[in-house]
């Protein structure tokens, strides 16, 4: 498994920024990619994997540098 | 108001009773108040400004009819000190006793068990560490839900910070308390005290609270309730040792809570000696309000069935409604097991302070769980422990005083509401 296709630096941004900064950029990237978000908001470790769950998209971990969350496009 | 009397809105058979309106800004301020700020509820700020809506009751309810008759009534009657002895004072004790008395029935419990406190929060801070306390020779461990208040929580930290330890068990995606996990935490050695939300005050998912007390009893372990958001509406939940509950919160006045410890709970005053209120909560109570809470929760609790069977269905329209015709909508908690009166949904991509505030000129009030919203801005601990959707949230909480037509104004405009907020962001077909 590779590391992330793109790095989304969001940090300083308030929720929902990076959300809506994620479902903005996702759909660039071919399916099957990861998207790093970096978000120091802490909604954003809620709401990131919410959007993934509602929108059929990976959630697949959050790394600690960032923080960061990784996301893979996966439809 | 022929008949009328304080000690018989505390003993009475309950009947409707009307009430004058009163009370404003201007009577504590030394200085005359501008008209629009006179009253307590929002005043329109021009002609065609929409009429209020208030849908916050899980916060606090608009006083009860009968609240504030018995509050006006003890004004006058009840403002002695209950611990001396002479007329006035035993007059107040008259009151005390009464209030005591009512509230004890309308629980189900002794009035010997019944304290009344300053506040819910105070309630809830004394119940836990005064369980805490009461039972430090069997450990120092706090059993707590993920979703407490956050009463609950802070006296929690307080526990850890002085070398106690305290457990969060989680719950699930609608907000349920995993029982497996629960059962796992109480038998550990060295548990103090468990404590359960009887049903979320955030997302309205009724707790399993029987079954919780069943495997607490089973490890001889005390279980604390706070059961703010079902006194006075919904019947209370069986097996606690310690109970709190918030007048505010049943059409109370605020500034009154409950303590009720069970006979034979080890439960220790937490605050420096005091004989008042048996030792359980120090200082000296404002009679007045008390005398008017435990007068209206015999009237809520009297009520409760009729409005929960009407509230209910109306909490599933904006369920069903909300999920409809709000595109890219969470609706929370349990859909079917909660509280007859309250729901919680988030809007995706919208911000929930602008929300708040764009329902707000629309007339409505209500509150959110979402991280703008809150002075620490962190999203709302309950919606993180289920792992739903934190930002855009919204808590509709409905009263006694909620029309169907309210209910259908909300769901009239929220929509067009939302769509204007998305439309603004350029967040539309996200």
Not at chain 2, 9 to 17: M, N, R, Y
Not at chain 2, 124 to 132: K, Q, S
Request: glycine share 8%; net charge neutral.
């Amino acid at each position: 498994m590779s590391g992330p296709a793109q790095v989304l630096d969001c940090r300083g941004q308030r929720c929902p920024l990076p959300v809506i900064a994620l479902a903005r950029q996702l759909p660039e990237l071919p399916v099957g990619a990861v998207l790093r978000v970096l978000a120091d908001d802490p909604a954003a470790a809620v709401d990131i994997p919410a959007w993934c769950r509602m929108r059929g998209q990976e959630f697949l971990a959050t790394v600690p540098d960032g923080p960061g969350y990784d996301v893979r496009r996966s439809r | 108001m022929t008949g009328w009397t304080v000690l018989g809105s505390l003993s009475a058979p309950i009947g409707e009773i009307p009430t004058p309106g009163r009370d404003s800004v201007a009577a504590v301020s030394p200085t005359p108040v501008n008209q629009d700020m006179a009253t307590a509820a929002p005043t329109p700020a021009h002609q065609d400004a929409p009429t209020p809506v208030y849908l916050d009751a899980a916060t606090a309810v608009p006083l009860h009819p009968v609240a504030r008759q018995a509050l006006l009534a003890a004004l006058d009657d009840g403002w002695a000190d209950p611990a001396r002895l002479y007329t006035q004072a035993r007059r107040a004790r008259q009151l005390l006793d009464a209030a005591r008395e009512a509230t004890a029935e309308t629980l189900g419990v002794r009035a010997d068990e019944v304290s009344f406190t300053p506040s819910g929060t105070t309630a809830a801070h004394a119940a836990v560490l005064g369980g805490l306390a009461g039972r430090r020779r069997a450990g120092a461990t706090l059993v707590h839900s993920a979703i407490e208040h956050s009463a609950v929580l802070h006296a929690a930290e307080r526990h850890v910070a002085g070398g106690g330890t305290a457990h969060a068990v989680a719950v699930d995606r609608l907000g349920r308390l995993d029982l497996t996990v629960w059962a796992e935490a109480v038998r550990t050695p060295g548990v103090a005290l468990a404590a359960l939300i009887a049903a979320s005050h955030e997302v309205g998912t009724v707790q399993p609270v029987a079954a919780a007390a069943e495997l607490c009893a089973g490890s001889g372990v005390p279980l604390y309730v706070d059961a703010a958001q079902v006194v006075g509406r919904t019947a209370v939940p069986q097996g606690w040792s310690v109970l709190t509950a918030s007048a505010h919160k049943w059409g109370g006045p605020p500034g009154v809570g409950l303590l009720v410890v069970r006979k034979g709970t080890r439960w220790e005053s937490p605050w420096p000696a005091d004989e008042r209120e048996s030792g359980r909560t120090p200082g000296v109570l404002n009679l007045p309000a008390v005398v008017a809470a435990a007068a209206s929760l015999r009237a809520a609790a009297a009520d409760a069935a009729t409005q929960a069977a009407r509230l209910t269905p109306l909490v599933d329209r904006i369920r069903a409604r909300v999920a409809a015709e709000v595109p890219d909508v969470e609706v929370v908690g349990h859909p079917t097991d909660r509280l007859p009166h309250l729901v919680t949904f988030s809007c995706l991509y919208v911000d929930g302070e602008v929300l708040l505030h764009a329902l707000d000129r629309r007339g409505f009030a209500v509150s959110s769980g979402s991280s703008c919203t809150s002075s620490t801005l962190r999203p709302s601990h309950v919606l993180e422990a289920m792992g739903v959707l934190s930002h855009g949230n919204v808590r509709v909480s409905l009263h006694r005083e909620t029309t169907e037509a309210d209910v259908e104004r909300f769901l009239a405009e929220l929509p067009g509401i939302v769509a204007g907020l998305r439309a603004e962001a350029g967040v539309v077909g996200l």
